[in-house]
């Protein structure tokens, strides 16, 4: 079985004043549609606006740069709208159905990547948005008699609904525009930033690594995914780790750069490669995956196709391999009772962390 699991960068489908859109397609990228996993990167530009949209997948925004975002959003079901303030490394999640809006207040571009699951898209592999006004919105897919009866406006009125706002997707608002200001009060309900979060594990020279459950972040339930944040220093390395369910995790590659190793079906290596900032990975289920930094370090945002992902690893005190009997191990690896508990030792000294050995 051939796994194309070369790391892609996204491809612009649109673009405009206010922004950009960009998508990985699963034409070029197949294996999004294997893993049931998607993802898109939002760029927004100063006054940029992308208009209010719902999806058919649930997803994962992480801020990646600007200090001027704010994303609007209706929960089905609900009445109100809620208008939140956004900075680098804030996570929120977008449940399938939610409606979205989001505004670059600030004077430098605001950036965003949506990671996600597909399984009940209707184009396979792939986001569906589905927008309330523009081109492509759903207003304009309405007749005129339509309109006007549902809005209880003249015909002039119900033509103005659907075609007065002719633009797609993303624009740029005009200076004096005034926006919904954020609301405070909700805003630790709602966002979390993980790159200020505790980190679950840290270690000198090597690096941090910090997960994002519903357990610390409960609003993350409704996406039913749960994210991950890795900061490796300069040639630190993340040993070897698999998920032990049938969870996908899908890897954008934030800033830095680094060598990738996928390991899957009877030990055979599916991946041996480069990364740098931009790029997106699929790790399948159950396949084994280890990072390894370049000289200015590595930083890479994940998602888990699961609430409560249980992630094993091969390398630290708290690892398969320290779990097993010395006999096991010395029978699995044909090693002698020495090698063995030389093995078992530096076990014991690691976490799944390792600094660089200069």
């Known amino acids: ?51 209010p949209h719902y999806s058919d997948s649930s997803k994962i925004a992480y801020i990646l740069e600007g200090g001027g975002g704010i994303v609007g959003m209706v929960f089905p079901d609900k009445s109100e709208e809620v208008v939140l303030r956004l900075k680098k490394g804030d996570v929120i999640p977008v449940a399938q159905g939610v409606v979205s809006w989001w505004f670059n207040d600030g004077d430098s571009e605001f950036s965003f990547v949506l990671l996600g699951e597909t399984t009940k898209s209707y184009i396979s592999k792939e986001f569906t948005f589905f927008l309330l006004s523009g081109a492509q919105g759903i207003m304009g897919g309405f007749s005129p008699e339509f309109l006007s009866r549902t809005y209880n406006v003249n015909k002039d009125d119900a033509n103005k609904l659907a075609q007065s706002q002719n633009e797609a997707m993303i624009i740029k608002l005009p200076e004096g525009k005034r926006m919904p200001k954020p609301n405070e009060d909700c805003a630790n309900q709602l966002v979390y930033n993980i790159d200020d979060a505790l980190p679950d594990v840290s270690v000198k020279n090597g690096g941090l ?88 370090g590595l930083e890479c945002v994940s998602i888990t196709t699961t609430k409560q992902p249980i992630l094993e690893d091969l390398a630290s005190k708290e690892s398969v391999w320290e779990a097993l009997s010395p006999a096991v191990i010395e029978a699995s690896l044909n090693v002698s009772i020495e090698w063995g508990e030389l093995f078992m030792s530096k076990i014991d000294k690691s976490s799944i962390l390792i600094p660089s050995e200069n």
């Open 1 to 51: 079985m051939e796994f194309d699991l070369k790391p892609r960068f996204a491809q612009n489908v649109f673009k405009g004043d206010g922004g950009a859109l960009y998508s990985w397609s699963s034409s070029e990228f197949p294996f999004l549609g294997k893993g049931k996993v998607g993802a898109n990167k939002i760029v927004l530009r100063p006054r940029g606006f992308a208009f």
């Open 209 to 296: 690594v910090t997960t994002l459950t519903e357990a610390e972040f409960p609003f993350l339930g409704q996406a039913e995914l749960s994210a991950k944040l890795v900061k490796l220093d300069s040639k630190a390395m993340c040993s070897p780790t698999y998920t032990t369910d049938f969870s996908v995790q899908l890897i954008y590659v934030v800033k830095g750069t680094g060598q990738i190793q996928i390991v899957g079906i009877n030990g055979k290596q599916v991946l041996d490669t480069e990364v740098k900032p931009g790029h997106l990975l699929v790790v399948p289920r159950f396949f084994v995956v280890a990072k390894l930094a370049g000289e200015d």
